[in-house]
């Protein structure tokens, strides 16, 4: 089955930076990636995904890149701000619509 | 948008006692349901798909006679844990999936339950 690895666990970023989290797959069928954001004691949000046919995709201050070549994928926040302090899932899946298995996750800090 | 209605968010019971997780898609019908397990500082795993009007497919090592899913209706799915244990405490989360509607929402996650069992 699918296998997403996610790096690095946690990152620490002085607020205005960039935050750069990278996620790998090993299933080269899998061709929807989504990334949520998980705040404490809630579910998952998604922030921002992206399909096979697209290798980059932008909303803001948040931007996904995709190499399906590699099968690697990666999540840029920029500007960072003390509310994007949560932990950060990649995930990956053969359609949007099947089941999805996540990365390990990554706690983002941003200090003010 | 999409919106999944997860109830309770938190419940603390007795050992050996059953509890009853409740996930509502308010505003699409959701045509699957996904259930995942989370613990302290863990990822999500995936404990079960059900589909409307089917049994549901469990993952590999996850008791389906402990985790009883019901999905009787394209609004509603019910997580019941029963007889549960202290090792049972966890994070619940549903994700529902609207099939049709998928290229725009994707997965939407509900609030999550948090179970302690003493």
């Known amino acids: 089955g699918e296998n997403v ?3 690095p666990s946690t990152l620490s970023v002085q607020e205005g930076d960039s935050a750069v989290i990278k996620c790998t797959y090993s299933d080269s069928a899998s ?37 399906k070549t590699a099968k690697h994928f990666s999540l840029h926040i920029t500007e960072t701000q003390p509310e994007d302090s949560a932990v950060y899932f990649c995930a ?8 999805l298995t996540f990365g390990g996750g990554t706690r983002v800090l941003v200090k003010p | 948008g999409a919106v999944v209605s997860q109830h309770p968010s938190r419940v ?21 349901m996904f259930w995942y397990r989370q613990f302290p500082k863990q990822s999500l795993m995936l404990m079960a798909t059900s589909n409307e009007g089917s049994k549901a497919t469990y993952e590999q090592g996850v008791e389906k006679d402990k985790f009883l899913i019901n999905h009787a209706s394209l609004t509603l799915s019910t997580l019941t844990v ?21 290229s725009v929402y994707g997965y939407t996650f509900g609030s999550g339950t948090r179970l302690t069992v003493v």
């Open chain 1, 5 to 7: 690895e996610q790096h």
């Open chain 1, 92 to 99: 990956a899946s053969m359609a949007a619509g099947n089941k």
């Open chain 1, 31 to 67: 061709n929807y990636f989504p990334w949520y954001k998980q705040e404490l004691g809630k579910g998952p949000q998604l922030i921002i995904d992206i399909r096979s046919n697209v290798g980059e995709k932008k909303d803001q201050r948040i931007a996904v890149t995709l190499n």
């Open chain 2, 82 to 102: 029963t007889s549960a244990h202290p090792e049972d405490s966890s994070f619940y989360i549903c994700s529902a999936n609207s099939g049709g509607r998928a």
């Open chain 2, 12 to 32: 603390i019971c007795k050992s050996g006692t059953s509890v009853k997780i409740e996930c509502r898609s308010l505003d699409f019908q959701a045509t699957t």
